[in-house]
């Protein structure tokens, strides 16, 4: 899974994915920006809540890009 651009990572409330899985908040940071390879359970959990709360607050929704009525 990709790290995120640094504008998203901004956007990012790294101190809740940190207590979510009992790491750092700096750890975090590493994970989305690509500093620290996502080669770990916990790091690739990580990555795909990030990518999942970008998402939404981007306005992408999985279901409608899948769909073309």
Do not use: F
């Amino acid at each position: 899974m990709e790290c995120l651009t640094t504008e998203q990572a901004k956007k990012i409330n790294k101190q809740s994915l940190a207590d979510k899985y009992n790491c750092t908040r700096a750890y975090v940071g590493l994970v989305l920006s690509g500093q620290r390879a996502a080669n770990t359970e916990m790091a690739r959990a990580i990555l795909t809540d990030a990518h999942a709360i970008i998402k939404v607050l981007e306005g992408i929704n999985p279901e409608k890009e899948q769909t073309h009525v």
